[in-house]
């Protein structure tokens, strides 16, 4: 937790917050923090700034917001629904990366049983956006779609910018360094089946590739933000 | 597993060989293999190819080795110890990336208890960097180095080519798309402290930035080779 993040029910007036739960045993356990000790805070969708610890018992910080979070990046990202076991870190790592719209789709080789996932649920998609946004010092959380159905998803989404689709066996390399709004689409372990890279090629979506290493989703994320922006 | 490593061990003859273990209950279970059925296979530090089901019980293939692996990335990376909870995935994720030369250090924001965690063991590090060339189709095992003490080590440690430290407070920007030999160090949950920043600087090394965001070793392992190569 490099930053907590604070909410408008944490706040008793304007500069003065009461931290429960999950965040005072952090800063409890973890921060060890003392009367007076300064420590990193944003509000959600809002600035960022500094907490003085101002009492332990209840905890309050007194806040100062005083600087803008990290640029958002002018990214859209489509993902194959991943497996339960690593939804969260996928989650947690795009937000950490700064990814502020995501949609979860299916695809032929996304199973079934992936959707019946309590980790699916609202509550546990924020508190994943929410540990991503503590890990990288980031206010804006993330909008975060559940799409059931591939075709219906695809035949009505018009993708911003210039839109890419990861796809191992595509001929062109993923572009560098893109300085543009990008729709980036990342298919399920094994990948999109041949329609469905079809399907997304018709909505305007071009294959590319990272190279011959097939890499697990949250590896692909993190490779391919770090390589178009 | 989109690769299945061989190992001397599993040689019949130079055509053949028989799969025991985890290796047969994933062909069994998730490729669900019938006799004739195709699989991409590779040797440990060899050739990759295909290997052709003779038979299910015991498993034995016939292999051909007709292509050379990816290449690999001309990085030596260096980390200080990641939580035992994350090692696995780290050494798994920097393999399936093409990393080929690991050292774990010591710095003084890992806690000593992790030094004695069983993940540290040869034969996990072994099994880790096998599932990442197993996901990235690749048979060039990392050798990976254990290093308890910090200062020794910078001390004697001799970085090939250009020597980078991934360092928040930086205020270079770390480079892009480097055609030539990289060493890259990366710190703790926290990142090296002032003093372990300096040894490195008189190592040679130049500490750069990634931005704004401060990242999980996992999500920044994959965003610095990406964008370095």
């Known amino acids: 937790m490099n930053l907590i993040l604070l909410f408008d029910s944490d706040f008793l007036d304007p500069e003065h917050v009461r931290l429960t739960g999950r965040r005072l045993a952090h800063v409890t356990s973890v921060h060890r923090a003392a009367v007076g000790d300064s420590l ?12 003085v610890v101002t009492s332990l018992d209840p905890l309050e910080l007194r806040v100062t917001l005083d600087r803008d979070p990290p640029p958002p990046l002018p990214l859209t990202l489509i993902l194959a629904l991943p ?14 990366l700064g990814v502020k719209r995501i ?11 992936y959707w019946k996932s309590p980790r699916l649920s609202p509550e546990n998609l924020l508190l994943q956006s929410v540990l991503g946004l503590e890990q990288a010092r980031d ?5 975060i779609e559940l799409h059931r159905l591939f075709r219906p998803f695809v035949e009505s989404f018009t993708p911003s910018g210039l839109a890419l689709v990861a796809h191992p066996p595509a001929s062109r390399e993923c572009p560098r360094a893109i300085d543009a709004e990008v729709t980036l689409a990342i298919g399920p372990e094994g990948g999109f089946i041949a329609q469905e890279v079809e399907s997304l090629e018709r909505a305007g979506f071009t294959p590319v590739s990272l190279g011959p290493r097939i890499l697990r989703v949250e590896t692909a994320v993190a490779a391919l933000v770090s390589r178009l922006f």
């Not at 497996?83 to 795009?94: D, E, F, S, T, Y």
């Not at 949609?103 to 996304?110: D, G, Y």
């Open 139 to 143: 206010t804006l959380l993330p909008t």
């Open 103 to 113: 949609h979860l789709i299916n695809s032929w080789r996304v199973e079934k049983s």
């Open 83 to 96: 497996r339960p076991k690593v939804l969260n870190r996928v989650i947690a790592g795009a937000t950490s």
């Open 40 to 51: 990193a805070v944003g509000v959600a969708g809002g600035r960022a700034g500094t907490g």
